[in-house]
């Protein structure tokens, strides 16, 4: 299983997700648009990040993109599933998706902006959006949290 972190604002967000992506296996994770990475921009480790990521960005491949579309295209073109994670009218429980060792390693899980979600155009690029039923008062989860729990969900043998 390879990610997409799209548009994510926050370094401790991104940060928190690369240690989770080790721990449940993705291989491979694409940063696009303003989503922080874990060096700077004279490429020194960017600290806030490493406090958080515990190293794990030395342990997972990634790479900066300027596309997330242009990205999906190429991924579906060569045999990707895009699960994308999202509240929306079409999304469907995130646990009634189920995938074989097999498929799972043609499985792109995507995510997007903590207040704006993904937009249109990737949600449309998805064979699946999926969502995490809320039974409080607030209607959504922290990206970080919501990407673990649906990437551990995915990982975990069938």
Do not use: C
Not at 12 to 23: C, K, L, P, Q
Not at 38 to 44: E, G, L, V
Not at 115 to 134: F, S, T, Y
């Amino acid at each position: 299983m390879i990610a997409i972190f799209h548009e994510i604002r926050s370094l401790h967000n991104v940060g928190s997700m690369f240690r989770t992506a080790d721990a449940a296996g993705i291989t491979k994770i694409y940063l696009s648009g303003i989503t922080p990475g874990p060096r700077d921009r004279f490429n020194r480790p960017e600290t806030r990040f490493t406090k958080v990521s515990l190293g794990a960005e030395n342990f997972v491949v990634w790479e900066k993109v300027s596309s997330t579309p242009e990205l999906l295209i190429k991924l579906k073109k060569i045999g990707y599933r895009v699960v994308a994670i999202e509240q929306n009218p079409s999304s469907i429980p995130y646990q009634t998706i189920k995938f074989s060792k097999v498929e799972l390693a043609r499985v792109v899980l995507v995510v997007g902006n903590e207040v704006l979600g993904l937009p249109k155009e990737i949600l449309d690029l998805a064979n699946d959006v999926v969502e995490i039923p809320m039974f409080g008062q607030k209607e959504s989860l922290n990206v970080g949290v919501a990407f673990g729990i649906v990437a551990f969900r995915l990982a975990l043998p069938k």
